[in-house]
Every structure is written in structure tokens, then in C-alpha cells.
């Protein structure tokens, strides 16, 4: 996305949250360090970060015709970076909800032939300008709540043609104003066609690894592949084999992992030296070690826990183990159709036990990390894209204090306020 704002100075901020720091991503306490400063301002010019400061005497060559935003008795944070979203997807799954909140078990439902398939029709169904308009309308509510980079799985496909008409659209949004990130996930689950026997299932592995990834790399159309690598989805042998035909094609590599049991897919997410492994929820002393050793960012996706009504990722032990760890919505039609990450970054702290700083440092800094971007979002630094937020508050813990309020004011994407 490549986009010139204009000139802009945000002046006096309560608090500027700059993130501070190098662009590795922060692991452990350290993620508590949000490089605050206090009555400070930030100069924007062609939609970059220019200066930031205390004293605007300072600027270099002044503030010139820059347009002022008064941030008096704000805070100015950097834009959300939602890093595991599955956004593009036609239909609806309300029927399914609404049976869940009565008691039937999503596992139950996926392996029945709803769930994940049942979107895998109605996207297979939708025409391509279909499919961009209902995405078009979710992704600008979710910019609408602070967010301003988007990682957008594919994977409601599981053919060819549509895993590519899904990738199309993720990256048309992403020529029309939109930061995105893209992810093939072919592997998402078995399709109809391909349940009738063994033989068929790893027909379809083998077509995933053979025609499927190659084309979507061939048309430039994915920068990571991911696998949904759990219990009634792929095992670890059939996952490895699609996340190592992805990396040779010089894709890298995230991984669903350990959502419904210990399942090996943190063990893999370790051993393909994966950017990110999501979901997380079970995960024992030595698969936590494993992801910290090889700088695997643990990715929570709180909100799928309370709309499933799962257990919470062990947010506390991840940080405390010194993981760097992202969380993001997971914005999906099932399993959590939240698409306010603001208030996912609330939950990881109820939920999954992070500090208010953890959480903003997670879908921020550390998201972005994890999607090899953060030199271009994520902080309030010298030379970063000025996305930022304008919060209608003082102090930044609010947005877990007040959760759910709509305390962002306002939406800056490359310096530019957003309609
Ligand atoms: O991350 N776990 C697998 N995939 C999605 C759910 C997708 C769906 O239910 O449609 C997830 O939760
Ligand atoms: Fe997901």
C-alpha cells in the first residue's frame, strides 16, 4: 500500500505511546516498556513519522504548512495490526451460533459437515465483486475500531480457483487504501470432495503442495502459508508436508496450532521455524520453551475462547517464559466473527492475564513482528508509516478500564484521517 498523507502535526498528547525500541519483537516483561512520552507531539510529513518530541522549538526547519491535530488530553498510539484474520468469506453463520449458545459443540458441527465447510460453500458460491463487497464493508468496521494492518488468510477455498479468488480479493483491498498481508491457507480442512477415503484426503495434501501453492506463489498472491494443524483438521505429518512445499517456494510459514488439544502443532511451528503459532491454548512447559528457543511468536486469539467458550491461552505463563507474543481477533465467520481488536486486546487482559501494556504492545509492535512489518508499523518511530490511533482518553489503560467504549476518535492511515 502506497499512500502520501499530508503534512500533520499531532500536538500535545497526554500520551504519545512511541513502542520505542528495535524492530525484533519484545519478548517477555520487556513488553511492559511502551516508550511513553508525556506532552509530546508528532510531526508527520508525506504520511511518514518525522519527529517527535517534547518541545516543538526543536523541529528541524519547523512545522511548516503542517495541519495541527490537537491531541490535548489524548493519547496517540500507533494503529492496531491485526495479525490472524480470515475476513474474506461470503455468508453467514448465525444458524451456527445461535446452536452453539444452545449447546452443540463446534468440533461436532465442523465434523458433520458444517462449520468451516459450510463458508467453504458459500464462498465457492459467491462471484468475485460479491465476495469484495461483503469484505470491503467488514474491513472498513474493523479500520473503524483501530485497526490499520490486516493479515488476511484464504481457506474457505480448498480448490484452486476459489483459494485464489479469496487472495484476489485480499489483495484488491489491499490496492484500494487497505495495509494487507496475505496467507494461503489451502489447509484448512478437508474438503467434501476429498473425505471419502484416505487415499483421497492425501490427494488433496498432495494437490495443496503440487498446483495450489505453487500457482498462488507463481501469481504473487501470498506472502505466508499457514495450516491448521489440530485435532479432527491435519495432522503433523500432512502439515509439515504443505509447510515444507510452502517454504521452499519462499513462503513463510504461521500454523493453527494446539487449539483443541497438544497436538503437535507448536512442536511444528518450532521446528519449521514458523513466524507465528496461534490459538495456543494447551501448551505445556516444554512446547513453551520450544516456540521461546526458536522465536516463534505466540500468537492469542482471546476472542475465539469466550465465543466458544474454551479455556483462555495462558497469557501470564507465555510472558513470563519470555515469549514474545501477538494477539489478534481472528475475525473468521465461526469461531469469533469479533472484528474489533480493540476489545480483543481487552479480553487477552481478562482472559489470558497480560497487563493493559502487554496486550498494546501485542497487537501492535509485536504483531507486526510476527508479519515481518515492523519497520513500517506497529511504533511511533522516526521513518514508520504514520498510522495511529487518537484515543478520547488520557491514559491508554482505558482501553481495558472502559473495554468496549468507544474511546478511538479517531483513525490516521499514513497520516491521513480515515472516512
Ligand atoms: O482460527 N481454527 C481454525 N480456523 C478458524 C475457524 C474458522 C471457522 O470456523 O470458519 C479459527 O478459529
Ligand atoms: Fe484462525
Not at 484474520?85 to 453463520?93: I, Q
Not at 485464489?164 to 480479493?169: A, G, N, Y
Not at 483438521?233 to 500454523?255: C, D, K
Not at 495462558?314 to 469479533?338: E, I, K, M, T
Request: aromatic share 4%.
Amino acid at each position: 500500500m502506497d499512500k502520501t498523507g499530508n503534512n500533520r502535526l499531532f500536538q500535545n498528547a497526554a500520551q504519545v505511546l512511541t513502542l520505542a525500541g528495535e524492530a525484533a519483537p519484545r519478548r517477555g516483561l520487556v513488553m511492559n516498556d511502551l516508550g511513553i512520552l508525556k506532552d509530546a507531539s508528532v510531526l508527520v510529513r508525506n504520511g511518514k513519522i518525522e519527529w517527535i518530541g517534547e518541545d516543538l522549538a526543536k523541529v528541524p526547519g519547523g512545522i511548516g504548512d503542517a495541519e495541527i491535530v490537537d491531541c490535548r488530553s489524548k493519547v496517540l498510539m500507533p494503529g492496531l495490526v491485526d495479525s490472524h484474520t480470515h475476513l474474506v468469506w461470503a455468508g453467514h453463520r448465525r444458524d451456527e451460533l445461535e446452536l452453539r449458545l444452545a449447546g452443540a459443540d463446534y468440533e461436532a458441527i465442523f465434523a458433520a459437515g458444517g462449520g468451516i465447510l459450510s463458508s467453504v460453500r458459500s464462498t465457492r458460491g459467491a462471484s468475485d465483486d460479491a465476495l469484495y463487497e461483503q469484505s470491503l464493508r467488514r474491513i472498513q468496521r474493523m479500520r473503524r475500531c483501530g485497526t490499520t494492518t490486516f493479515e488476511i488468510k484464504s481457506g474457505y477455498g480448498l480448490d484452486l480457483e476459489t483459494e485464489q479468488k479469496q487472495l484476489r480479493v485480499a489483495r484488491r483491498l489491499g490496492k484500494e487504501g487497505f495495509r494487507v498481508k496475505t496467507t494461503c491457507l489451502a489447509a484448512h480442512a478437508v474438503p467434501e470432495e476429498s473425505k471419502s477415503s484416505q487415499a483421497a484426503r492425501a490427494a488433496f495434501i498432495r494437490d495443496i503442495c503440487e498446483r495450489i501453492l505453487p500457482t498462488i506463489n507463481d501469481e504473487g498472491l501470498a506472502d505466508f502459508c499457514d495450516v491448521f494443524c489440530d485435532r479432527g483438521a491435519f495432522t503433523i505429518s500432512e502439515a509439515r508436508e504443505v509447510l515444507t512445499a510452502a517454504s521452499s517456494l519462499g513462503l513463510e510459514l504461521r500454523v493453527h496450532a494446539n487449539e483443541f488439544g497438544h497436538t503437535g502443532g507448536a512442536v511444528l511451528a518450532a521446528e519449521m521455524g514458523a513466524r507465528s503459532a496461534d490459538h495456543l491454548l494447551h501448551l505445556d512447559a516444554h512446547e513453551i520453551e520450544l516456540l521461546r528457543e526458536t522465536g516463534v511468536v505466540a500468537t492469542m486469539l482471546p476472542g475465539t475462547s469466550l465465543v466458544l467458550g474454551k479455556p483462555f491461552a495462558d497469557g501470564r505463563a507465555l510472558v513470563d517464559a519470555g515469549l514474545a507474543v501477538a494477539v489478534a481477533s481472528d475475525c473468521n465467520p465461526g469461531s469469533c466473527a469479533f472484528e474489533n481488536l480493540s476489545m480483543v486486546l481487552a479480553i487477552a487482559c481478562y482472559g489470558c492475564k497480560l497487563s493493559p501494556a502487554e496486550a498494546i504492545c501485542a497487537v501492535t509492535h509485536n504483531a507486526a513482528a510476527s508479519l515481518g512489518i515492523s519497520d513500517e508499523v506497529g511504533r511511533i518511530a522516526q521513518g514508520l508509516s504514520a498510522d495511529m490511533l487518537v484515543l478520547d482518553t488520557d491514559d491508554y489503560r482505558d482501553l481495558v478500564y472502559h473495554a468496549g467504549s468507544p474511546l478511538i476518535e479517531q483513525v490516521f492511515v499514513a497520516g491521513d484521517p480515515i472516512s
